[in-house]
């Protein structure tokens, strides 16, 4: 929603965006129904015959849309794997200088509403600790990257903390005991190469601490500028649960 939410703005530059959420219960289970989410924008719109380049990553509607608005083109492809991961779809309707309409629909289930805990977030993370298959440090400066490396990870079992850019990941791998480090090589500040390389010279004698470069930038050297840095391998956004867990088993196992 974040995704959706930040284009329909982006792309808006008078009318309106509207964010409409409803839930409709399934007749014989009230408990379980679809949640559907739906952004309608008064924006640019998109011509029918471009629609299907909308979830394509690295792709934009076209160049001048890059130059003026700028954009990696990962964001929808991100959402649409977001969705994907919780069992639901996306769709848009648009029409070309009168608005798009995005919608979000995930099949759910209502839980019960409890107090909070008085020491939550020591609960949660003897929670998330209880058969974790270990301890991942993030490096990424994108919010909606954080959000879908975040779900991947913890469906897959592992506990996770966050860092936001590249000195932050550098005090955290220092300060902290972690399994395994997701870099993002595109960070701001100081970049993921940059920081595998202060990691690793701050490392002591016996001790390396696998890291996993995460990079857009899917050209030729990409794979040798990462080793040399002392990236151990790299995968390429937007990133995909199974090659995720395929990179976390290679560096779990002993040497």
């Known amino acids: 929603m974040l995704n959706l939410i930040g284009n329909a703005l982006k792309f808006t530059s008078h009318g309106e965006v509207v964010l409409n959420v409803t839930w409709t219960p399934m007749p014989d289970a009230p408990s379980h129904g679809l949640l559907r989410c739906a952004v309608r924008d008064t924006g640019i719109g998109i011509p029918p015959e471009k629609l299907d380049r909308l979830f394509r990553k690295f792709s934009q509607v076209d160049a001048s849309t890059t130059r003026r608005y700028g954009g990696t083109g990962l964001g929808l492809v991100i959402s649409q794997e977001l969705t994907r991961l919780m069992s639901g779809k996306i769709s848009v309707v648009s029409t070309t200088g009168k608005g798009s309409t995005f919608t979000v629909e995930i099949p759910a289930r209502l839980g019960k509403l409890t107090a909070p805990p008085s020491t939550p977030v020591a609960i949660i993370s003897a929670r998330l600790a209880d058969g974790s298959r270990g301890h991942v440090l993030l490096a990424e400066d994108n919010a909606t990257n954080q959000k879908l490396a975040e779900f991947m990870l913890k469906k897959l079992g592992y506990r996770i903390d966050i860092a936001g850019n590249g000195h932050e990941a550098v005090r955290m791998a ?42 857009a930038n899917a050209m030729i050297g990409t794979r040798e500028k990462c080793i040399a840095a002392g990236m151990d391998i790299y995968l390429t956004k937007p990133i995909q649960i199974d090659r995720l867990r395929a990179a976390l088993d290679a560096m779990r196992k002993p040497a």
């Open 174 to 215: 220092t300060d902290g005991a972690y399994d395994v480090i997701l870099l993002d090589c595109e960070m701001p500040e100081l970049d993921g190469l940059s920081a595998a390389r202060v990691i690793r010279a701050s490392e002591p004698a016996g001790r390396r601490i696998p890291i996993i470069a995460i990079t």
